[in-house]
Nanobody, 122 residues
Framework: QVQLVESGGGLVQPGGSLRLSCAAS????????MNWYRQAPEKERELVATISSGGTTRYTDSVKGRFTISRDNAKNTVSLQMNSLKPDDTAVYYCNAEIRPNSQVYRYFEVWGQGTLVTVSS
């Protein structure tokens, strides 16, 4: 059983910073893309940032220049450094990854974390 566990959410003032972390555990042969999504109250879940296994990154326009996604392939972790936070960044943030559990399985499975709440407010 593979699971993703996020940490690092909390309350921060506008203009502040937070760092989210996500660790994958269980039976893992390889991980393809790792992603951060977020869902604000009464809004649809949106893709915030993606990092490929090779380190290529992509961001939604609203966070470009403020958020940085990174990963440690040896530790099966992904992080999201969030700077210059705005009230509009308030949401539950979810870690997501495409994971191949072992060498006998020739496909990747999408796995989600439980989410961590980020609140940006004065």
């Amino acid at each position: 059983q593979v699971q993703l566990v996020e940490s690092g959410g909390g309350l921060v003032q506008p203009g502040g910073s937070l760092r989210l972390s996500c660790a994958a555990s269980g039976s893992i042969f390889s991980i393809n893309d790792m992603n951060w999504y977020r869902q604000a109250p009464e809004k649809e879940r949106e893709l915030v940032a993606t990092i490929s296994s090779g380190g290529t990154t992509r961001y939604t326009d609203s966070v470009k220049g403020r958020f940085t996604i990174s990963r440690d392939n040896a530790k099966n972790t992904v992080s999201l450094q969030m700077n210059s936070l705005k009230p509009d960044d308030t949401a539950v943030y979810y870690c997501n990854a495409e994971i191949r559990p072992n060498s006998q399985v020739y496909r990747y499975f999408e796995v989600w974390g439980q989410g961590t709440l980020v609140t940006v407010s004065s």
